[in-house]
T-cell receptor
Framework: RKEVEQDPGPFNVPEGATVAFNCTYS??????FFWYRQDCRKEPKLLMS???SGNEDGRFTAQLNRASQYISLLIRDSKLSDSATYLC??????????????FGTGTRLTIIP | EAQVTQNPRYLITVTGKKLTVTCSQN?????MSWYRQDPGLGLRQIYY???????DKGDVPEGYKVSRKEKRNFPLILESPSPNQTSLYFC??????????????FGAGTRLSVL
């Protein structure tokens, strides 16, 4: 089982629609969770951190479910500029105390005019 | 301006010719990491470093070396590049402290082709 799993998509969604992605992680000791956005051939950039209580940033809402070990990202009123690949990122603490940040393979989103 | 700088951005080389990709960050971050990104496989970690002189293997370390002699620099070395190392490489850094803990900042990427 992969440490971090995402549905690769692609998701083709009409402009203005709401879209949601999920991401599951295998290590129950993980403590930090993030969503990154990556445009084609560019570097990933932080979209938002994910907090235990859930958090919102404008049209974006992130949720964490520790019991089921998944995080989600909801995008409301989607814009053409939201077209990108969305990467789920989780920190994994090893048995030796090292922390390793692990990326999912990404979910590709295309907003259609 | 806070940034992670990778060089070169593009590199075409031949099998067996040693090369180094440099990475430098100006944010005083403890943690630095190298990833490669390939179609359908996403970002895979090659090596990471939790601080100066502390490095560890990621998921795909074979064929690569790193060093962390200074906090700001984390070069990636390919002693004898092979065509299967053709990929897009990213360097990233992050801190362990404060509100920015574990948020990774990426360089712009190095596109490497090994012929």
């Amino acid at each position: 089982r992969k440490e971090v799993e995402q549905d690769p998509g692609p998701f083709n969604v009409p402009e203005g629609a709401t879209v949601a992605f999920n991401c599951t992680y295998s290590n129950s000791a993980s403590q930090s969770f993030f969503w990154y956005r990556q445009d084609c051939r560019k570097e990933p950039k932080l979209l938002m951190s994910v907090y235990s209580s859930g958090n919102e940033d404008g049209r974006f809402t992130a949720q964490l479910n520790r019991a089921s070990q998944y995080i989600s990202l909801l995008i409301r009123d989607s814009k053409l500029s939201d077209s990108a690949t969305y990467l789920c990122v989780v920190n994994i603490r090893s048995n030796f105390g090292n922390e390793k940040l692990t990326f999912g393979t990404g979910t590709r989103l295309t907003i259609i005019p | 301006e806070a940034q992670v700088t990778q060089n070169p951005r593009y590199l075409i080389t031949v099998t067996g010719k040693k090369l180094t990709v440099t990475c430098s960050q100006n944010m005083n971050h403890e943690y630095m990491s190298w990833y490669r990104q390939d179609p359908g496989l996403g970002l895979r970690q090659i090596y990471y470093s939790m601080n100066v002189e502390v490095t560890d293997k990621g998921d795909v370390p074979e064929g690569y070396k790193v060093s962390r002699k200074e906090k700001r620099n984390f070069p990636l070395i390919l002693e004898s590049p092979s065509p299967n190392q053709t990929s897009l490489y990213f360097c990233a850094s992050s801190t362990w402290r404060g509100l920015a803990k574990n948020i990774q900042y990426f360089g712009a990427g190095t596109r490497l082709s090994v012929l």
